[in-house]
Nanobody, 117 residues
Framework: QAHLVESGGGLVQVGGSLRLSCAAS????????MSWHRQVAGKEREMVAK???????MYGATVLGRFTISRDNINDAVDLQMDNLKPDDTAVYYC???????????WGRGTQVTVSS
C-alpha cells in the first residue's frame, strides 16, 4: 500500500503563484506515472498535469503554459508549480499515482486552492 499527501494549497490573488507538492510513502520510481487533478464541487474531476517515469509530461488545455509538473526524486515527491493563477483555477487539487507492480492507482486526500479576484 502506498500513500500520497498533498501540501502547498492556500489562498492567492489573481496572477499569483503557488507550488503544490505531493509526497509519496514509497520511492516514486515505483510509479509509472504521477499526476495532478482538480475538482470543483458539483463538477467532474479533471486532469491538470501528468508526468511519466520517462520524464514525459502532459497538461490540460486550460493550464498549458501556466503550470509545470516535476518529479523530486530525492524527496520522493511530485510538484506542481502554478503561475498566473486565475479564479477558474479555484478547486481541490488531488495527487494521483499509478504503481507499476502491483498495478494499482493511489489518490491523496486533496488540498484546497483558492484564487481571489
Amino acid at each position: 500500500q502506498a500513500h500520497l499527501v498533498e501540501s502547498g494549497g492556500g489562498l492567492v490573488q489573481v496572477g499569483g503563484s503557488l507550488r503544490l507538492s505531493c509526497a509519496a510513502s514509497i520511492p516514486i520510481s515505483d510509479f509509472i506515472s504521477m499526476s495532478w487533478h482538480r475538482q470543483v464541487a458539483g463538477k467532474e474531476r479533471e486532469m491538470v498535469a501528468k508526468i511519466f517515469d520517462s520524464g514525459a509530461t502532459m497538461y490540460g488545455a486550460t493550464v498549458l503554459g501556466r503550470f509545470t509538473i516535476s518529479r523530486d526524486n530525492i524527496n520522493d515527491a511530485v510538484d506542481l508549480q502554478m503561475d498566473n493563477l486565475k479564479p477558474d483555477d479555484t478547486a481541490v487539487y488531488y495527487c494521483s499515482a499509478v504503481r507499476r507492480s502491483p498495478l494499482d492507482t493511489y489518490w491523496g486526500r486533496g488540498t484546497q486552492v483558492t484564487v481571489s479576484s
